[in-house]
């Protein structure tokens, strides 16, 4: 019989800051990147934000600065990264989402553009057990400074999200689907539930044309 999930977007979903910038600003603070690559990186996220910047040559660009290390390496970081950076900023309301769909028995996992790192160390922290996500080239347990296209982004985390869901036997017409962006409209209109939550201009027009719920968190943390 087929399971109904609940998937969440991460960034201005279940935490109000950009993993993006949070993480830039971290490396920064530990000395791995000086206050010009500080700078750019956050015009990159603002023009991202705006959808004026080609983000696979963003992502792949970016990416090719970790070739060399090694997966425990990023796993660490990431971990600084959540204690340090993002712990304090999860919203209360959506670990509060997370833990409902748990006790209705509901498939949970966290669908996010990030890479998987970063991804994985939310979700370990929230006890969600599955992640979709942007994903790195690793060859021995060490980046090779590219990513695994498609970007689990626009159409490409449609097809991440439609190729776990045949794997995992999941409904995703009785599933949820939580995002606060447009980019993922195409993932919204795959589930049965799209929710939007603290959603973008575009995608709450979207929602009030298509009759989709909207929620707005406060931001209450849930640490």
Not at 61 to 85: R, V, Y
Request: hydrophobic share 45%.
């Amino acid at each position: 019989m087929s399971e109904t999930a609940a998937l969440f977007d991460m960034d201005h979903t279940l935490i109000w800051v950009n993993s993006g910038h949070s993480s830039i600003v971290l490396a920064k603070r530990m000395g791995l990147v000086n206050f010009s690559q500080l700078l750019t990186g956050i015009y990159k996220i603002l023009l991202y934000r705006l959808a004026l910047l080609n983000i696979n040559e963003w992502y792949e660009a970016n990416i090719s600065t970790l070739k060399g290390l090694s997966i425990e390496d990023m796993n660490f970081f990431a971990g600084l990264w959540f204690n340090t950076m993002v712990k304090k900023h999860l919203y209360k309301e959506g670990v509060g989402l997370i833990n409902e769909h748990r006790v209705k028995g509901h498939r949970l996992a966290i669908v996010s553009n990030a890479p998987e790192f970063f991804v994985h160390a939310l979700a370990s922290a929230l006890d969600v057990p599955e992640i979709i996500s942007t994903r790195v080239e690793t060859k021995k347990g060490v980046l090779t400074g590219k990513l695994i296209t498609p970007l689990c982004y626009g159409e490409g985390k449609l097809k991440y999200t439609l190729s776990w869901a045949e794997e995992n036997d999941i409904d995703l017409g009785s599933s949820y689907f939580y995002t606060d962006s447009n980019f993922d409209l195409a993932v919204m209109c795959s589930v049965g539930h799209p929710v939007a939550v603290n959603p973008d201009f575009r995608l709450k027009r979207q929602a009030k044309i298509n009759g989709w719920p909207i929620l707005n968190f406060r931001k209450i943390s849930a640490f």
